[in-house]
């Protein structure tokens, strides 16, 4: 099975993981015109929308919770500018309408949920997520927490990067692929890229230690990525900007990684 799944050039549909594709994790991304609906209903499953640009309104119900509704919100117009999503959780059950106040791209984010977690829809702010930034020199890329393990969700964990041009990223190497807490938890995973300029590529890899998972990719915008399990690093060529939203779920909602032990020594550069 290849593990790059290509996206959609026209649409309303930018890139969605097949059902049944991974056990926990799913993901579709989307793309809506001023005025455009997009109906979402979560099922038995617990839900992130995360807003990747421009404006909306989302409106709806959570059984047992009552209606929500969250009026024009959005206040970025791209992945790329120094800013962090708004985004919203909704519980399984949930039922909501996302109406585009202006041009639109939104990820709608999956896992299962628990309809007795007791975890209510809430509104994500920008001001709520941690941004930080991780390794150095041409290993240094930009983080945001959109649902961290320290929020609460049932089994549900996103977060965005920002990789600078000529970086690496997701490096050194590391898997969460075995469930040996405290040492490594077991979490699927999957990547959604986008790449400024929009024509340009990146590289990333998905490989196991036994290379019963060995894949070299060359991902363009807004292609998506699937992590069964496996080390998955990424590299961005000079003159282009990387972007990915990582959506990571599995039995525990730990993020507890692994690195590749034949490339760790980097880490001490």
Not at 24 to 33: E, I, N, P, Q
Not at 86 to 112: F, R
Not at 147 to 159: F, G, N
């Amino acid at each position: 099975m290849s593990l790059l799944i290509k996206s959609h050039a026209k649409g309303r549909t930018l890139v969605e993981l097949p059902a049944g594709t991974l056990q926990y994790v799913g993901f579709a991304a989307y793309r809506l015109s001023l005025g455009e609906n997009l109906p979402v209903s979560a099922g038995d499953q617990e839900l992130c929308l995360v807003l990747l640009g421009g404006r909306v309104s989302i409106k709806g119900e959570a059984p047992g919770q009552g209606a929500f509704d969250w009026d024009n919100i959005g206040d970025r117009q791209s992945v790329f500018e120094d800013k962090s999503p708004y985004a919203v959780y909704l519980p399984p059950g949930s039922q909501a309408q996302v109406v585009a106040l202006s041009d639109v791209q939104i990820a709608v984010c999956a896992a299962p949920g628990s309809p007795t977690a007791g975890h209510g829809p809430r509104l994500i702010t920008p001001q709520g997520m941690k941004r930080s930034v991780r390794g150095k020199g041409a290993n240094t890329r930009y983080v945001c927490d959109i649902l961290p393990d320290t929020e609460p969700a049932h089994s549900l964990l996103v977060v965005e990067v920002r990789t600078p041009s000529g970086h690496s990223s997701s490096y050194p190497p590391h898997k969460h692929d075995t469930d040996d807490l405290p040492h490594q938890s077991f979490l699927e995973e999957t990547y959604y890229h986008q790449v400024n300029p929009p024509q340009g590529f990146v590289f990333q890899r998905v490989y196991t230690d036994d290379r019963s998972i060995d894949q070299a990719m060359a991902v363009e915008n807004s292609d998506l990525v699937v992590v069964p399990k496996g080390y998955h690093p990424v590299s961005v060529p000079y003159g282009y900007e990387s972007y990915y939203l990582n959506v990571m779920a599995g039995p525990k909602r730990v993020w507890q990684f692994h690195n590749d032990p034949r490339h760790s020594w980097l880490l001490d550069l």
